[in-house]
């Protein structure tokens, strides 16, 4: 039975339908195959970002150089599909597509844009985005990483903590106070190589498995002040960057609820207990329905904001709602799906765990969901309460 209760799918074009449908065709044959060891061996595979580019993934909703130029509800269609496959996998997807190439798109010259944007569209290039340190979390205003100014270059110092992709990426875009105050915060490249610069991989994660994740040091990095990206004022620019990736979770997580939702279905009517399938028991039926009801909301949500972003309509405390909703049902989802399994429910052989631990992960990054309630509590009252 169709996970679609609603007929959502009637309310999205034939082509953003078989945009979507592609990508799952590129999850089940390329990426399901290979996510039980990745995760297992807490690696990335990065034999499929060449794949992943020539499908139009990284960026889609940029115009021009080299990216898809699909709309923004394409993009998190795409997304939906990617994180039914792994967490990681979409996250891959969003720091490269609306972290890195949506900084350069939104605030880079002319020339990094041509550069940069198709050796990311098309995965020959792999970027990072560096705003998180390890004591500035949900207040990167307060971050300690400086620029400064040193004839025609710029000399960086500090530290940021939990970069996906950060040690191996050629590109990171790198956020640092060049004065006092979250207004002096600009943007700059980085590239992989340059003297003063070191990424370390983040190990013994047990969430995130299949995702790379890095801590950077920047020790009198010297870079030219042509890779400060000239259009950035302040920490809103960065937080800009963050608008299109916290959409890219609120539909990609609707992808983790369908892998769970469709597996315990499956397992619940397979599964023989007290002489009939647990399905016909009434309790594991409450868990299914709470499971689609869930599934089918943040559905509804993510699709409205995605017109909302296609109108230029969305402001981000709509983005904040989808983001923090969506996640916390998911991870609701996740957790009803594992208990219908049982102890099988704890291997790897069923992904259920497997995005329960990630989903751990995606409640509290690109704002916790504590963050995104105060966000719209401020939009609400006028009073910030953080």
């Known amino acids: 039975m169709s996970s679609d209760f609603l007929l959502i799918d009637e309310l999205y074009t034939e082509e953003e339908r078989l945009t979507r449908d592609e990508i799952k065709k590129f999850v089940d044959k390329r990426f399901k195959p290979l996510i039980r060891e990745c995760f297992r061996e807490g690696k990335f595979p990065l034999e499929i970002v060449e794949e992943l580019g020539r ?37 891959f ?46 207040n990167p205003a307060g971050m300690k990483t400086r620029a400064r100014k040193d004839g025609k270059t710029y000399i960086i110092n500090g530290s940021k903590m939990w970069i996906t992709n950060g040690h191996i990426a050629d590109v990171v875009i790198v956020w640092a106070k060049t004065g006092e105050g979250p207004e002096s915060i600009r ?48 920490l809103k620019s960065a937080l800009t960057c963050l608008n299109n990736a916290r959409f890219s979770i609120a539909y990609g997580v609707i992808g983790a609820m369908r892998d769970c939702y469709e597996e315990a279905l499956k397992y619940s009517l397979e599964r023989v207990q007290f002489d009939c399938p647990i399905a016909g028991h009434q309790l594991v039926q409450e868990k299914l329905v709470f499971m689609l009801t869930e599934m089918t909301k943040a559905k509804l949500l993510a699709y ?13 405390y709509h983005i904040s709602m989808a983001k923090m909703n969506n996640v916390k049902s998911a991870l609701e989802v996740a957790r009803t799906a594992r208990d219908i399994f049982g102890a099988a429910g704890i291997t790897l052989d069923h992904s259920v765990m497997r995005h329960l631990v990630n989903l751990e992960t995606v409640f509290t990054y690109e704002g916790t969901h504590n963050i995104h309630t105060l966000i719209i509590g401020r939009h609400l009252t006028g009073i910030p309460a953080f």
Not at 68 to 75: H, I, L, P
Not at 222 to 232: A, G, H, M, R, W
Request: aromatic share 12%.
């Open 187 to 234: 943007g700059f490249i980085v590239e992989k190589g340059t003297r003063g610069f070191e990424g370390r991989e983040i190990k013994d994660k047990i969430s995130f498995r299949a995702s790379i994740t890095s801590e950077l040091f920047f020790d009198e990095c010297k870079i030219p002040e042509e890779n400060l990206l000239p259009k950035t004022e302040g």
């Open 93 to 138: 997807a969003s720091v490269q597509g609306s972290l890195t190439m949506g900084a350069i798109y939104y605030f880079g010259s002319e020339e990094q844009k041509r550069y940069w944007l198709p050796l990311l569209a098309s995965g020959k290039k792999i970027g990072a985005f560096a705003l998180t340190e390890p004591d500035f979390g949900s």
């Open 55 to 91: 499908l139009g993934v990284f960026g889609s909703y940029i115009k021009g150089y080299g990216c898809a130029g699909t709309n923004f509800t394409t993009y998190g269609l795409m997304m939906e599909e990617l994180e039914r496959g792994d967490s990681g996998l979409r996250s």
């Open 304 to 316: 409205r904001v995605g017109r909302m972003m296609d109108e230029g309509k969305a402001k981000h």
